[in-house]
């Protein structure tokens, strides 16, 4: 019904540049929050940034400065720029949203995208 699919990861070198993009689809009425949390390998899933509706931004200290999160509206999707990226970076990068549908459009709940895997190394 509802589908979050994430896009742009891949390998890429220390000091390097990637966009990830995770785009909403289905029967959705109403999106509010959205949001990237990454998962290392053998480590819990801890949040990377945040972005509301009106576009009040979050980010983990690990990662100010460095990553910048965006969002269109219009389009459902949330964006994240990751610059200066280092090899900790690396992990599965998911994102998630908080959001209505069209049949119970009072009633929010958080749905999550499938994954796509970061691997920052030379």
């Known amino acids: 019904q509802v589908q979050l699919v994430e896009s742009g990861g891949g390998l890429v070198q220390p000091g390097g540049s990637m966009r990830l993009s995770c785009a909403a689809s289905?029967?959705?009425?109403?999106?509010?929050?959205m949001g990237w949390y990454r998962q290392a390998p053998g480590k819990n899933r801890e949040l990377v940034s945040t972005?509301?509706?009106?576009?009040?931004?979050n980010y983990a200290d690990s990662v100010k400065g460095r990553f910048t999160i965006s969002r269109d509206n219009a389009k459902n999707t949330v964006y994240l720029q990751m610059n200066s990226l280092k090899p900790e970076d690396t992990g599965v990068y998911y994102c998630?949203?908080?959001?209505?549908?069209?049949?119970?459009?009072?009633?929010?709940?958080?749905?999550w995208g499938q994954g796509t895997q970061v691997t920052v190394s030379s």
């Open positions: 972005i509301t509706s009106s576009g009040n931004t």
């Open positions: 998630n949203a908080v959001l209505s549908v069209l049949s119970t459009p009072t009633t929010y709940k958080l749905y």
């Open positions: 289905g029967s959705i009425f109403s999106i509010n929050g």
